[in-house]
Each structure stands twice: as C-alpha cells, then as structure tokens.
C-alpha cells in the first residue's frame, strides 16, 4: 500500500527532477519509468486520486488530470464526450505497471489500447501553448468509455501544471520519515545527563569559636569617700 498526498502548481517533469532531494532513498534514479494515461467516468474521479493508497508498489507514483477545454471538439470527432470522463496521466515504474493497473483489467473489465498525445493544432488559435514531440502512450479504459487514438495538450503531459497526487510506497515512506524525523530532533528523546550530586559537609566549628577566651575579672573601682 501507499501513502497519496496532493502537491499543489506542481509538473510532474518538476517532481521528477526534484525526486532525489525530495525522498531520498525512497527514489531509485535507475529504475525505468513510464506514463500512461487512464480514463475513467467523471463521477468516479475521486477514487483514483488515491488510488496509490489501494495498491503495493515499490517507487513513487507521480499523476496529474487534465480537463479538456478548448481541446474538447477534437474528442467530440473520436465519439467521446469529454464531459462524460476523467483523464489522468500517470507516471510510475515500469516495474510497478502491473500492480497498478492489473486489478482494474482483470476485476473490473478495463481495455487496454495505446494514444497518441499531440500537439493542439495550431490553426486553433491558442493563446498558450508549445510544439512537443508527440508521445504514445498505454491508455486503459473504463469500459462504459470509447476508445481514442489521439488526445491533444497544449503542452507536454510532463509540462502540465496544476495538483499533483504523490503516492509513496508506505513502508519506505514510514522510514523516510523516521529519518527525518531523527536528522531535524523530532521524535527523539534526549535522556537528561545526570548531575552529580554534592552533599553539604558539615565543617565543624573552631575552638575560638565554640570557646570563649578567658578573661580575668576586674574588681569594681572603690567608691569614693
């Protein structure tokens, strides 16, 4: 299982290269990672915000939706209504594509196709947006939703930005903050070092102290005549 947070104005090219200083031994540079995109029915969205929190997997999971807006006729021509689904692209280890996905092919009857993210064309007049190399991606599908063969960005999927949901693996996770915990002194508990204790001596009282020195007594003057 994971531990999912959300990032808020974050890329997933941003997280990704922050990866190291930001989970340490968590992140493994050389693991091999892809993206897919999944579609799912809008009304189900929340559940695959945290979805991470459902499922084992070894390497942080980094996703992000996007809403079609001025991109939407150009899903409208492939027979899908984008106001009917959710899109979210998801970039994990390659090692962990099957746990993440296999229970909702096999249990759940998703599909399984490929996509070609492109370019929003710019005959459409964008005010913002940026020529990329288009991308082919593994798309899985609800079953209720069309198939598509293209989905178009105005930027690449790893220049998106908006919230980013995080999931870590938990156990790596757990420590990760342990250790953190241990580096800034949180969670320790410092034993007080023990402070000798001095007992009072009692110093005993010096003879001209405790003796009063013996003065001869002085006979009274004679009282005068």
Request: charged letters at 25%; proline letters at 11%.
């Amino acid at each position: 299982m994971g531990v999912t947070a959300m990032i808020p104005d974050a890329t997933i090219g941003q997280l990704l290269a922050e990866a190291t200083s930001r989970w340490g031994a968590i992140w493994d540079p050389a693991a091999t990672r892809t993206r897919v995109l999944m579609m799912m029915p809008r009304k189900e969205r929340k559940l695959y915000e945290m979805h991470g929190d459902m499922v084992e997997h070894g390497q942080p999971v980094m996703s992000m939706f996007h809403r079609p807006r001025a991109e939407a006729p150009l899903l409208q021509e492939q027979g899908l209504d984008p106001r009917l689904a959710s899109f979210l692209f998801v970039d994990l280890a390659s090692s962990d594509l099957g746990a993440w996905l296999q229970h909702l092919v096999t249990r759940e009857g998703w599909l399984r196709s490929t996509v070609e993210v492109q370019p929003v064309p710019f005959s459409m007049g964008l005010p913002n947006q940026r020529r990329f190399e288009t991308e082919r991606l593994l798309l899985f599908r609800h079953p209720d939703l069309p198939s598509i063969d293209r989905y178009h960005l105005p930027f690449s999927v790893a220049s998106l930005a908006g919230k980013c949901y995080v999931s870590l693996p938990k156990r790596k996770a757990a420590e990760h903050a342990r250790q953190q915990a241990e580096v800034l002194g949180v969670g320790r508990l410092e034993r007080p070092t023990p402070q000798p204790v001095v007992e009072a001596v009692e110093t005993p009282p010096s003879q001209h102290e405790t003796e009063a020195p013996d003065v001869p007594s002085e006979d009274p003057a004679p009282a005068p005549t």
